[in-house]
């Protein structure tokens, strides 16, 4: 059986909890962001957190505190922004808000899709705190996602992308019902709208295809 990398062990871990953090502070009516951001103490939510997760998967966790020491660095980590900022954000590629009352897997819903919004990493933190929001309050969509600071391998330039997921692109109504809103928060540039069926079928990778389903 070949050795497991610790390295690649703690990526997995990490963003298994921090998947799991967030789900558990939002079922709390709480935001990880808004905790960071208010300053607000939240040590002991993230230790009862770790503890279930020590619990459920412990080679994980136990993969985490060899690569941060202990939960003390994963605290001071969080409450730097990490999982919070794009630019502060390096143990994962994306950070991820669902809307409430949407269900995670729902991004990846055939019948889904997103419009796509390319940002300087110097803009991309101010960006993605407003479509954030929004996505919190039920203006937007049933979720959105930013890419971080971690090197992706897949990114063709240094710019950030923000989407922002629509549930049924066939709804053109609701589509284009978000796209007004991003006007509304000064998105005013015309942008993109994938769709997931083609993303999936790796469509958007072939030459001359075009790329963008509704563009406004």
Known sequence: MAEVDPEALADVAYGIFEHLLNRSLQAQDKYLYALVEGGIDFKPELTAIFSKFSEEYPQLAEGMLAHFSNLDTIYLQLCNGEG????????????????????PEAIEE???????????????????????????????GISAKVSTAKPNPNSRDNRKVIYVYTKDWADEHDVMRVREKLRELGFEDRIGYKRNIETFAGEYAKKGKRVTYYSA
Do not use: C
């Not at 919070?84 to 269900?103: E, F, L």
């Not at 899709?113 to 990493?121: A, C, M, S, T, V």
């Not at 960006?127 to 937007?140: F, G, P, S």
């Open 84 to 103: 919070v900022h794009p630019t502060k954000t390096t143990q994962m590629y994306w950070i991820v808000q669902d809307a409430p009352g949407s269900a």
């Open 110 to 140: 055939e019948k889904a899709g997103k419009w796509l919004i390319f940002q300087e990493p110097d803009q991309v933190d101010a960006t993605w705190a407003k479509v954030r929001n929004a996505t919190v309050a039920l203006e937007l």
